[in-house]
Structures are given as C-alpha cells and as structure tokens.
C-alpha cells in the first residue's frame, strides 16, 4: 500500500501540525488539536473523535502495533515523511513515528458526554500541565464523570497534558469554569459534597466522613486552593506525611484521595 509523501516542511499540512502543538489560542479558532503517538491518536478514534489526516514514516505502517493504520478508513487522508521530518515536528525527544490532526472543539466534545455527576473533580490553578494531565489518567482510571479547570490553570489541551493523560482525557467531560465557587454551590444543591485537599491543617483523609457523590477540589501547587473556595467545601481534608516531606505532588494527593473517595461506595 503507497501513501502520498510530503517531502518539505513547509508543506501546509506540517506547518499547520506544528502551529496546533504550540498555540493554544490557534487550536480553539482553528477547532483541531494535534495528537503525537499511537496511544493519544487510538483513544481519540475510540473517542469518536474525526481526524483530518494522519502522518508516518515510510516504516510504520508495516512495523509491529503500526498495522491500524492500513486498517483506517479510506476517507482519511494519510501521509508519510521520512524520519528527520517527522522529528522536525515532534515534540518528544524520541518520538513514535505516527502523528495527526483531529477535528476538536473542547465544548461540543463535552456536550456528547452522558453525566452522572456522582465524582466531579475541579482544578484550580494548576501550573503543571504533567500535574494536569496526570489527575486527568487517575480521574478516568477511578471512574469520574467531569473535570472543570480553572481560566489559572495550565491547558489540558496542550501536548504535555495530553501525553500525561496517556489519552484519558478523551474519556471525560474536561471543561473550564469561570466561576468554580458557584459551581460547586450548584453542585452542592445537587447532592455531592464538596471536599477540598488542603496540605495542612485539614482533618486526617482517612478520618473525615466524605463519600460519593462529590466533588474534589485540588488547588494550586505552591498556593492550594483559594479561601473563596475553601470556604465552600464541607470537608478539608490533609494526608498525614509522617516523612520529613512538606507536601505531596498535586497529583498524586489527588490520587489518593479520589480512590479513597471510589473505595467508600457500596
């Protein structure tokens, strides 16, 4: 099977892959987002999500797990550079050698999505977006429903959160908020407790008496979560460090508290 080569990276369609991976601002207005790798490319497809076309190198298609592309259908445009192209294009350092634009609109896509709201996740000013991306894997992995992000916090669109996301982000409800105090006010009438990770000073996790429905509130990493919203939730809860550690990665706090939070439904 032969695939048309573009041979210059000037050619519009690189242009416009590389232009998606760095401007958030042009991914909103063109409504595409640009996914490097396999793993980020077939949750996207399994997603329902429609790509515009996909780009490889000459070897993949006919290299182990590279088969899926012959098998996609015919209406996609697909095409093959050779490998110094591609890392031209590439973000990572070693990359695998398939990439491509989908069609996206982060709100048309959320509207697809049936919600229960029964475990709702809101980040608040996060500035890392491996943090980002990383909730993002665990909050799919412990079944939430929604995740709405804060104006302050780091794109979960952009290609670092997306590859921490290991596509995860495709399986969810993944929304800004402009208003996260009156968001969870709404939610609070709705049945879902409300508890905010706090690094210090809050009841010990294993000790309070949260459970589903709820929504989990993670601050920023150096500041934690503004006292607006503090002053919503009904629990502040802390994980206990006996170790001689200040605090835990935004991440990995909000892991062990959303299945702690999974782990009390009966």
């Known amino acids: 099977m032969s695939f048309k ?32 790798g396999p793993n980020l490319i077939q949750e996207a497809l399994k997603n329902e999500l429609v790509p515009e076309f996909i780009i490889f190198t000459p070897e993949y298609p006919d290299s182990p797990g ?26 990572t350092e070693k990359p695998q050698p398939v990439a491509a634009v989908f069609f996206f609109n982060p709100l048309d896509f959320g509207l697809k999505k049936k919600i229960r709201q029964k475990l709702v996740i809101i980040l608040e000013d996060l500035q890392d977006p491996g943090n980002v991306g990383a909730i993002i894997r665990t909050a799919a992995a412990a079944g939430a429903d929604t ?49 905010a990770a706090v690094a210090h000073g809050g009841t010990a996790y294993l000790e309070s008496q949260y459970k589903l429905p709820a929504v989990l509130l993670i601050g ?6 503004s006292t607006d ?16 550690v200040e605090s835990l990665n935004a991440a990995v706090a909000a892991a062990i508290l959303l299945f702690e939070l999974v782990s009390r439904h009966k």
């Open 220 to 225: 920023n990493e150096a500041g934690g979560l």
């Open 66 to 91: 590279g088969n899926w592309v012959k098998e996609l259908s015919s209406s996609i445009k697909k095409y093959q550079v050779n490998e110094q192209l591609f890392k031209s294009i590439a973000l």
């Open 229 to 244: 919203l503090l002053s919503v939730a009904d629990f502040q809860v802390t994980i206990p460090l006996p170790g001689n």
């Open 147 to 195: 995740i709405f992000f804060s104006s302050g916090c780091a794109d979960p669109f952009g290609p670092k959160a997306l590859r921490a996301s290991a596509g995860s982000i495709f399986s969810l409800k993944v929304e800004s908020v402009h208003n996260p105090v009156r968001l969870v006010d709404s939610l609070k009438e709705k049945g879902l407790q409300s508890i």
């Open 5 to 36: 080569e573009l041979s210059s990276k000037n050619n519009p369609k690189l242009v416009l892959y590389k232009k998606l991976s760095a401007d958030k601002r042009f991914r909103e207005k063109q409504g595409k987002i640009a996914l490097e």
